[in-house]
């Protein structure tokens, strides 16, 4: 998609540069400006082909220039030598890389949700079929939390969110 979108962004560049140009060359002296009346007056055809295609050609420069992804987004924290600033993804390989300490836990996927003074983050959770996973889950809770206070510095976490996407294999399979 960001190939497209340079493209479309140089060739309507290139146009508008032609086009201004031409304008600004036929309207140097009126000879030239009513030899360019005269030219496109008698095209109207190609004048409107021309507009079209131009138009066609920006809204498809806007439509690719739209993206869907998010700027991965920082966390700042004011420390007594300056600004400690943290990303989004740096906070999900961490939470991340508690999953070891958690077996009952196939895989974590953190979302993160910052706001200006605390931060929420939403833990997708695939886990093992076992008769203490809401117990679990608790612990995982206050895991996050002391990591990110301890390890990281981050005390606004305002909640922290364990939703159980999938109960993977079946409960006699670990027994």
């Known amino acids: 998609m960001k190939l497209l979108h340079r493209l479309f962004k140089d060739i309507v560049a290139i146009v508008m540069f032609i086009v201004s140009i031409t304008v600004i060359v036929a309207c140097s002296t009126e000879n030239l400006w009513n030899d360019f009346v005269m030219v496109f007056g008698d095209a109207r055809f190609y004048l409107l082909f021309f507009g079209i295609a131009l138009l066609f ?95 990281l510095g981050i005390l606004e976490v305002r909640k922290i969110e364990i939703n159980i996407r999938e109960i993977s294999g079946r409960y006699t399979d670990i027994i």
């Open 57 to 151: 050609c920006t809204i498809l420069y806007v439509l690719s220039g739209i993206n869907d992804e998010k700027k991965d987004e920082c966390i700042s924290m004011e420390g007594e030598n300056g600004v400690i600033t943290i990303s989004a993804q740096a906070i999900k390989n961490y939470i991340v890389k508690l999953s070891p300490e958690f077996p009952s836990m196939v895989k974590l996927q953190p979302k993160i949700i910052s706001k200006k003074r605390y931060i929420d983050i939403i833990v997708l959770v695939r886990v093992k079929p076992d008769p203490q996973i809401h117990d679990a889950c608790e612990v995982l809770q206050k895991r996050i939390r002391e990591t990110l206070a301890n390890a």
